[in-house]
């Protein structure tokens, strides 16, 4: 089974891994929300620290 998979570079939607204006395409759909989340932690301080390097925070 295939899925519906979106371009990064024009986003345009795609069946296949590479994209005809030669973007890759990923998954459209944000990843599965879970309150067990063990590694949320992580991705958090992990935006912080990029956001502190942007000087956005």
């Given amino acids: 089974m295939k899925h519906i998979l979106k371009c ?3 986003a345009n939607y795609t069946l296949n891994s ?3 204006c030669g973007g890759v395409a990923s998954t459209p759909r ?3 929300f879970s ?3 063990n ?3 992580y ?3 992990a935006k912080a620290a ?3 390097e ?3 925070l």
């Fill in 8 to 10: 990064v570079k024009c």
């Fill in 18 to 20: 590479q994209c005809s």
């Fill in 30 to 32: 944000p990843a599965k």
């Fill in 35 to 37: 309150p067990e989340d």
């Fill in 39 to 41: 590694y949320g932690r």
């Fill in 43 to 45: 991705r958090r301080l």
């Fill in 50 to 52: 990029a956001l502190k």
């Fill in 54 to 56: 942007r000087g956005l």
